[in-house]
């Protein structure tokens, strides 16, 4: 399973949590942007994408729907909660502060 | 998973349990729906539809493994899994009657054996004394180690030197059992009493349940107050509310009672001092002058302390031990004399100690034996579940295909496991509440044990979690075996008609190796405990039990304070006694045959005598026709006769041990002794006797001395500290069944005197099982788990190697159609279930030496390395292993090589 770069732990959530932010998204519409945003880097196989949804939706932070989409299907439509709202800010600025402090470390020059 | 965390997935994994079909439905759906989706993107993307799909296929990684791990991910999952392998479990041991049913016996076998015992432990050596704070309670003994008195309780005086001089106790509290006759309303009844010091109560911080205990001015001569057991009250005098300030006759004196001890108030408790039961009442210790006179004489008083809050035991013990020499100081040159001038001594042992120690190597003994029994079947039902993992290689390969992962296929397993533990528990428990009973109404009187034992919530908590730890030592190993079949292996395999991989033979046959190696050490064990046992029943007594009736007749100060007195009844006794019909002869004595009797020391003439270590010897005193009665054999010289009694020449006969002892190669007839008191006149040594020899002590050849009890003086007979001399014992032989003849014998007593308790009617083969009953008891025991070690380990053996037969069943086809004999095929599987069996007798036998060290008190006449035994324990466990090998080894040799080979 090792790919060229396995998700953080976590991150998984954090990214499914921000897409939904903007539209709330079916599963398929998820696996896409992901790829698309990510730019294939981040590659999320469609199996680890559906657990985490539905960890994701009984946490509360996303809500489920069945919607009947544009091409006349019946699909499950997700969308963030206010709880999910919250978490993705906390979320985020875990991560900022992460990467921002692991910036700082690989800046170091040896001296 | 943190407790907050599992509360709130509570409700939800009880939601996904009702909704599962629903979720299950939608899952399903969407799914679908995003593999069509991808689909349609691959077909654009100009791929044909069977690419499409099987692209989509791929990236998704398959919807039934998706569906596994996003119902594992599921908050509440586990409650979900919980239950369905709960239910499935259920169903695999309902599939497998048999399996099921030899598991959870054995299992219940072993669970409810390691429960019942470790009641007995729970109440004996964990749970904490009735009395407040027990853990600093310590009890105090005086010894003189060079005059063989290792551990003596305290004489009087020395009590009083030792309470005033002490530094190290909050207070101490001294205590004598002693029996007493109740009697005025209702039968008169000789019951256990004992004589407390008022600051008995005090230091065990206990207080009375009605009433009050005894006051320090109680505890002066005089006083006659006396405290009730909750028992005695209820049962004698029917809980009578107004009980306080009433009189109740004890000894035929008026007493008056003070107050009633609560409920679980149980003192002295059995253990130090060979006290066996608790006393019903209480009265003042209340020394009298006379016990107080000198050295006191009577080293009976045992001695109970409590630390104070900032005392160490070993602070106790350095000061206890420099208060020896002020002590002995006190004694009057007369008295230290009398001990020699050797030196006194004091130690301090913990109460919990004093009180276990007597079981304690028995009860570890029994609780290791006991939880090898139960590996045992552990082991039994591991190589089972082994077996029974390979024919279920192929159910384990298509749930991993679909998805499940090992941990949760060890999950499930597992779960198997701990239901068959559980199950077996809660037999278990049911065996363990009917089996402690058992266990109790079997131990004799000596084996000295509390008398609540009870399964209460310890016990129940002991019993779960055994069963727990249990499923996770048997179903371990074997879950994770069958957890960790390859896909492809298994394919190979099944194609081949299935032979286990390699590592599931290794597992089974060290499982098989460590019950044999248990069961070596068990079997051992018992056989130790049968050979001293058979010793013990060996051992010739030096006297005949048979048709012996025997009577305790103790006479009461108050009614007969008088030698004349005492003379006169037994004296009478022995006249009707012995023309009764039916009665042989009759004769009174001190104390029974292998009783252990008096210890005094003796002298005789010879100057040199301060060179030679004088050891306490018995001295009984006789009337009657007490050696006829008895069986012991004259060796030389004369029996007493009537004409030997107080003023005509005091006369002794010696025990052979004896003679050889004080004069060795010279004739005992005409020698002079005396029993270690100045005033007491020297005897002439008129015969010799057989030695008796006391099985349980399984001291051969002791030194005793018999003396005519009517030659004794009045002081002595009227003696009322050691009561020796108005206690005799009726001893009465008879024609036939001496237990015919009780109510006759009892009449003649009652027809001299009506209120006259008798006690201990015993024949004397009732006499001698008691003797060895502790023995009987514990060879019983371990010889019963020795045996169902055998039979288990005997059955692992056979289960194992008719596994192997089955699944070899084509190679022995082979070997046969390639010229085998039957015989080479019989020989293959016999040396295999040898070869197991050798190992693991091998280590039983290292183990055994080591471990059998432990029960090496319990054993008599036999080391706890008996060479014969091991020999002999070594034979049988291989025999037996030969016999369980033959049958499947016989089956092997049947094996039609066409059969077997088209089978494939």
């Not at chain 2, 509360?7 to 759906?29: H, I, W």
């Not at chain 2, 052979?656 to 005396?674: E, V």
């Not at chain 2, 040396?831 to 280590?843: D, E, H, I, V, Y």
């Not at chain 2, 291989?878 to 066409?898: E, N």
């Amino acid at each position: 399973m090792s790919k060229p770069a396995d998700l953080v732990q976590g991150t998984l959530d954090l990214l499914i949590l921000k897409i939904l932010a903007l539209q709330p998204l079916n599963g398929f519409a998820v696996s896409q942007r992901l790829k698309q945003v990510s730019g294939e880097v981040l590659q999320v196989s469609d199996g680890s994408l559906y657990p985490a949804l539905h960890k994701l939706e009984q946490e509360g932070w996303i809500s489920a729907e069945w919607k009947i989409t544009d091409n006349n299907r019946r699909a499950k439509f997700y969308s963030l909660t206010r709880l999910g709202r919250r978490q993705l800010e906390r979320e985020a600025g875990n991560w900022g502060r992460l990467s921002a402090a692991i910036s700082r470390v690989l800046r170091l020059r040896e001296t | 998973m943190p407790l907050y965390r599992w509360f709130r997935s509570l409700p939800l994994g009880l939601r996904s349990l009702f909704r599962r079909e629903v979720d299950d439905r939608e899952l399903d759906d969407e799914l679908h729906y995003h593999l069509d989706l991808k689909i349609e993107e691959n077909i654009a993307k100009g791929m044909t539809p069977q690419q499409a799909r099987r692209d989509a296929k791929v990236e998704l990684g398959g919807v039934e493994q998706v569906k596994e791990q996003v119902r594992g991910a599921r908050t509440g999952a586990w409650l979900g899994t919980l239950l369905q392998d709960i239910r499935f479990g259920l169903r695999m041991l309902r599939k497998n009657p048999g399996f099921t049913a030899v598991a959870v016996l054995t299992l219940a076998l072993g669970i409810g054996a390691n429960t019942a015992i470790f009641s007995v432990v729970d109440a004996v050596l964990l749970r904490p004394l009735p009395f407040s704070n027990p853990s600093r309670l310590v009890m105090v003994w005086e010894a003189f180690p060079k005059l063989n008195h290792p551990k003596l309780s305290f004489s009087p005086p020395d009590f009083v030197s030792l309470e005033r001089a002490q530094q190290s106790f909050e207070g101490i509290g001294g205590y004598r059992e002693e029996f007493v006759d109740i009697s005025g309303q209702g039968q008169p009844e000789q019951v256990t009493a004992a004589r407390v010091s008022a600051s008995l109560f005090p230091v065990l911080g206990v207080g009375p349940a009605v009433g009050h205990v005894f006051a320090a001015e109680d505890d002066t001569p005089g006083n006659r107050v006396v405290l009730l057991s909750y028992g005695l009250w209820r049962s004698r005098y029917a809980g009578d509310s107004h009980i306080v300030g009433r009189t109740i006759d004890i000894d035929r004196q008026p007493y008056m009672v003070v107050g009633v001890m609560p409920k679980t108030f149980a003192f002295p408790l059995p253990g130090p001092d060979g006290i066996t039961t608790p006393a019903v009442l209480w009265i003042p210790m209340a020394f009298e002058p006379s016990e107080l006179h000198d050295w006191g004489r009577l080293y009976a008083t045992s001695v109970i302390a409590r630390l104070k809050p900032d005392v160490t035991l070993e602070q106790a013990r350095s000061e206890v031990a420099s208060l020896a020499a002020p002590i002995f100081a006190n004694y009057s040159a007369g008295a230290a004399g009398r001990f020699h001038n050797v030196r006194l001594e004091l130690s301090v042992n913990p109460l919990r100690d004093e009180i276990s120690g007597p079981v304690r190597t028995l009860l570890l003994v029994l609780m290791a034996a006991v939880s090898m029994l139960l590996l045992i079947i552990c082991a039994n039902v591991a190589t089972l579940l082994i077996s029974r993992g390979a024919s279920r290689q192929k159910e384990i390969a298509i749930r991993t295909a679909l998805g499940a992962t090992q941990s949760r296929l060890l999950r499930q397993m597992l779960t198997e496991s701990l239901l068959l533990a559980l199950a077996g528990g809660a037999l278990g428990f049911a065996l363990a509440v009917w089996g402690k009973d058992l266990l109790l109404s079997l131990v004799p009187e000596d084996v000295l044990l509390p008398h609540q034992v009870s399964i209460d919530g310890r016990v129940t908590a002991f019993i779960v979690a055994v069963s727990c730890l249990t499923a996770i030592f048997f179903g371990l190993a074997p879950a994770y075996q069958a957890s960790k079949v390859s896909l492809e292996g298994h394919l190979r395999e099944s194609s081949r008609g299935g032979t286990p991989g390699r590592a599931s033979h290794r597992l089974q046959d060290l499982l098989v190796i460590l019950e044999f190696a248990l069961a070596l050490v068990l079997v051992v064990a018992s056989g130790l405990l049968i050979r001293s046992f058979t010793k013990l029943l060996a051992t010739d007594p030096g006297f005949r039990p048979d048709h012996v009736l025997t009577l305790s007749l103790p006479l009461p100060v108050e009614a007969y304070p008088k030698a004349v007195q005492i003379r006169e009844f037994y004296q009478q006794v022995f006249d009707r006694v012995s023309v009764l019909p039916g009665v042989k002869d009759a004769g009174l004595a001190s104390d029974l045959p292998i009783e252990l009797g008096n210890l005094v020391r003796i002298d005789d003439e010879d100057p040199n005598q301060a060179s030679r270590p004088s050891p306490g010897v018995p001295e009984t005193w006789a009337m009657g026709d007490y050696f006829q009665v008895t069986g012991i054999a004259l060796i030389e010289g004369r029996w007493f006769t009537p004409e030997d009694r107080l003023g005509t020449q005091p006369v002794a006969i010696v025990s052979q041990s004896m003679a050889r002892y004080f004069w060795p190669g010279q004739d005992a007839i005409g020698k002079q002794i005396r029993w270690g008191q100045p005033d007491s006149p020297w005897q002439t040594v008129v015969g010799v006797v057989g030695d008796v020899n006391d099985p349980a002590y399984g001291q051969p050849g002791k030194s005793h001395v018999y003396s005519p009890y009517l030659q004794l003086s009045d002081q002595w007979v009227q003696e009322n500290v050691y009561g020796t001399w108005r206690a005799l014992h009726l001893i009465v032989r008879t024609q036939s069944d001496p237990g015919a003849l009780t109510s006759a014998v009892v009449a003649q007593i009652h027809s001299l005197d009506p209120d006259f308790a008798v006690a201990s009617i015993r024949t004397m083969t009732q006499v001698m099982d008691s003797t060895v009953a502790g023995p009987k008891f514990n060879t019983f025991l371990l010889g019963v788990l020795g045996g169902m070690a055998l039979l288990l380990a005997s059955i692992g053996i056979y289960g194992v190697l008719a596994h192997v037969v089955a699944r070899q069943t084509h190679e022995f086809g082979i070997r046969m159609a390639l010229g085998a004999e039957r015989r080479d095929v019989l020989v293959l599987v016999l040396s295999k279930g040898l070869r197991l069996a050798a190992w693991g007798t091998l280590g039983g036998v290292a183990c055994a030496l080591v471990l059998t060290r432990l029960m090496s008190d319990m054993l008599y006449g036999v080391s706890s390395t008996d060479p014969a035994t091991f020999i002999g324990v070594v034979i049988v466990l291989l025999t037996v292993a030969l016999l369980a090998c033959y049958i499947p080894a016989r089956r092997a040799t049947r094996v039609d090589p066409m059969v077997a080979l088209r089978h494939e």
